[in-house]
């Protein structure tokens, strides 16, 4: 093992343990894997067998702004995390995925996003005490720190093409795979605090986060009760792994929604209005929603407030929570997926190889609205095992690490996981389709070939 390896696994046992001391919220900066610690060392070290995306020319705008040679390019500004390579509880920033819709917006780009220029506006009809914040009056306020998964709506959308077997017609989008999640430690004001200081009427229904730099699209409403009951683990975030927030990840202030899908978290947040009115926008009606067959069109009345949609638009629900998952650190095979990541380390329809003999197979698994109660896995098609899971196991929001032993002999093999959570839901041998291949909570398999 390298040195580079061995002072990334200290760091990680300090956390582990320091975690397993005191839960998933922290409330100091202390024990975090850094955005930057090991960006030189790994470029020496290597990282992988997969091959670096050509560096952009100096001459040309870069859609995304931190290095992405440990992360797998899926389109202009979307990375996915190369999940075969994690071995870390904390995912490093460098490995953290990045979804975005346009370019990231920077402080260059737009001098509003500088720290000392960054302002938020809490205001609507449902606010009794308006108020603007400013990243300084941020600093002050109570923060808490909350260590969670953050993850995009798409991730596992390839076992709808490869194990599920529906076509690029029945379930559209890009290659995720199993790499859109990271687990990291995140530092906020909670949102309990902010409605505290602005009060709200009885009729508060629904809350509009909005980033006013990004597109000009970029806002999800959530309701107003979701707020309430989860209050001190919703916030306004700034840092993230104890280190500011990079651009790619929404600096100086994004929202996180410790469970639900990634963009619920907004980035580059510069408003939050308050309405007594339901509210419909692109990313709860053309985007981020459920369509299909087995969801039912939400409620709506034209009273709604409607921003660039329309009635029309409302197809399906919108996704929340995000279903329980698991991953073996292995390449999942791409055979029928519509278009190939650029850097994957498999051609279309190639097996990754192990070699003959006793292996440790090792993975993730989450439920991020319960938790992780049992983590098992079977080989081809036989009974299922359960697999041991390594600490730390902090229940909500986190994910946990696995493993377990396989004598591999030699041929093709396929080995599918299964996570269960403590509410006793397990992930189902196959989901429903939908449009826009949303949350796939299926049982992956994992094809293998032991030379």
């Keep these: 093992m390298s040195d580079v390896e061995n002072k990334r696994r200290a760091q990680e046992d300090n956390m582990v343990r320091e975690v397993l001391k005191n839960g998933p919220h922290l409330d100091r900066r202390k024990f975090f894997v850094s955005a930057g610690a090991f960006a030189a060392a790994a470029a020496g070290a290597g990282a992988g067998t997969i091959a670096a995306p050509q560096a952009a020319r100096a001459d040309m705008p870069r859609a995304l702004q931190k290095p992405d040679g440990r992360l797998l390019n899926i389109g202009a500004t ?86 599920q077997g529906y076509s690029s017609e029945e379930v559209t989008g890009g290659s995720w795979v199993m790499g859109a999640i990271g687990n990291a430690e995140w530092r906020y004001v909670p949102i309990s605090h902010i409605l505290d200081m602005v009060g709200l009427d009885d009729d508060a229904l629904t809350a509009v986060f909005w980033s006013g730099v990004d597109g000009g699209d970029m806002g999800r409403p959530m309701p107003v009760a979701e707020l309430l009951a989860r209050g001190d683990d919703i916030g306004l975030c700034f840092q993230m792994n104890g280190n500011d927030l990079l651009a790619d990840h929404g600096a100086p202030v994004r929202l996180v929604v410790p469970g639900w899908g990634g963009t619920a978290s907004i980035k580059w947040l510069t408003e939050l209005r308050i309405t007594n009115k339901r509210v419909w926008s692109r990313l709860n009606t053309r985007g981020e929603v459920y369509i299909g067959d087995a969801y039912a069109r939400p409620e709506f009345s034209m009273d709604d407030e409607f921003i660039d949609v329309s009635a029309d638009d409302i197809r399906g629900p919108m996704v929340t929570w995000m279903p329980p998952q698991s991953t073996l650190t292995v390449p999942l095979v791409l055979e029928n997926t519509p278009s190939m990541p650029a850097n994957y380390p498999l051609e279309r329809g190639e097996l990754p190889t192990l070699k003959a003999g006793l292996q440790t197979m090792r993975g993730y698994a989450w439920g991020p609205q319960y938790g992780v109660r049992e983590v098992d896995y079977r080989i081809d098609g036989g009974p299922w ?67």
């Excluded at 308006?130 to 300084?136: G, K, V």
């Design 78 to 163: 979307v990375r996915s995390g190369n999940y075969w390579d994690f071995s870390t509880w904390v995912t490093p920033v460098e490995e953290f995925y990045v979804r975005n819709h346009y370019p990231t917006p920077t402080a260059e780009s737009r001098p509003e996003l500088a720290p000392e220029n960054w302002k938020m506006r809490v205001h609507g009809d449902s606010v009794i005490n308006p108020i603007e914040i400013t990243y300084e009056d941020l600093l002050k306020m109570p923060a808490r720190t909350i260590i969670a998964n953050m993850q995009c709506h798409g991730n596992a959308r390839n076992l709808f093409w490869e194990v």
């Design 385 to 451: 095992q359960p697999a041991r899971i390594l600490a730390p196991n902090l229940g909500r929001y986190t994910w946990v690490r696995f493993e377990f032993p396989w004598d591999a002999s030699a041929g093709e093999h396929v080995i599918e996981t299964r996570t269960t959570d403590n509410s006793g839901t397990s992930q189902p041998a196959s989901v429903p389709p939908n449009l826009l291949g949303m949350a796939n909570g299926s049982i992956p398999r994992f094809r293998i070939r032991v030379v």
